[in-house]
């Protein structure tokens, strides 16, 4: 069968990083995403994985590791901005996403 | 951005009506996605469209409809609507479609309670 996991809330303080993990399992892989949703809002695109390794976009990046089925978000110099649910998904076989139930982050000062 | 907009965006009926969440697009993609979205559950996928008139059923399909009759627009029905049915539900739209490298944009959701 096919899941997907993420931790269901984190907390980190202003100025500092963290880490979002995010695991899988599925038969047919075609790449895995990671998308921004602010409370009340639509989801926005952060990044997209196919190969392993790490992918840097300014303050974020994003990490896969194929094998393992694990990917990680990480998000440097956090801002208050950065509060917000982080979802992830990967795309089956099918070209189908299957969404993980999001990462609530929640940013102190 | 991209031009999406979803109306109603909120919506209160009684079970048993029908009701109609309308997409409208003006970027001219060919993929168009109706997703519901649950406290502690990912997006779940209802129904999607690859072009005018050519639809095809998502993992939660059941008890909605959708008809796409123009490009730029993607209407999800829900024949008779039940509690089961109150969420928030996104349209999305995206370029690529069943390929890796498949972005999609959402637009700003519509907020249903079915009471």
């Known amino acids: 069968g096919q899941n997907i996991d993420q931790p269901t809330e984190m907390t980190a303080t202003e100025g500092a990083i963290v880490q979002i993990n995010c695991t899988y399992q599925?038969?047919?892989?075609?790449?895995l995403f990671w998308y921004q949703q602010h409370a009340g809002e639509a989801p926005t695109f952060l990044s997209y994985n196919v190969l392993d390794g790490l992918e840097e976009k300014g303050r974020f990046s994003s990490f896969l590791s194929r094998s393992k089925g694990y990917s990680y978000l990480l998000l440097k110099e956090l801002q208050m901005k950065d509060s917000a649910s982080y979802l992830c998904a990967f795309m089956d076989s099918n070209y189908q996403l299957i969404w993980g139930a999001g990462t609530k982050l929640i940013i102190k000062p | 951005d991209a031009g999406i907009t979803q109306s109603p965006r909120h919506k209160v009926t009684e079970t048993g009506t029908p009701v109609t969440l309308r997409c409208h697009q003006t970027e001219n993609h060919r993929y168009m996605y109706w997703y519901r979205q649950d406290p502690g559950h990912g997006l779940r996928l209802i129904h999607y469209s690859y072009g005018v008139k050519d639809t095809d059923k998502g993992e939660v399909s059941d008890g909605y409809s959708v008809s796409r009759s123009k490009t730029e627009d993607f209407l999800l029905t829900l024949e008779s609507a039940t509690s089961s049915q109150t969420s928030v539900y996104f349209c999305a739209i995206s370029e690529s479609g069943a390929t890796g490298a498949n972005v999609l944009t959402f637009g700003a959701g519509s907020r249903l309670t079915v009471l």
């Open positions: 599925t038969s047919g892989f075609n790449g």
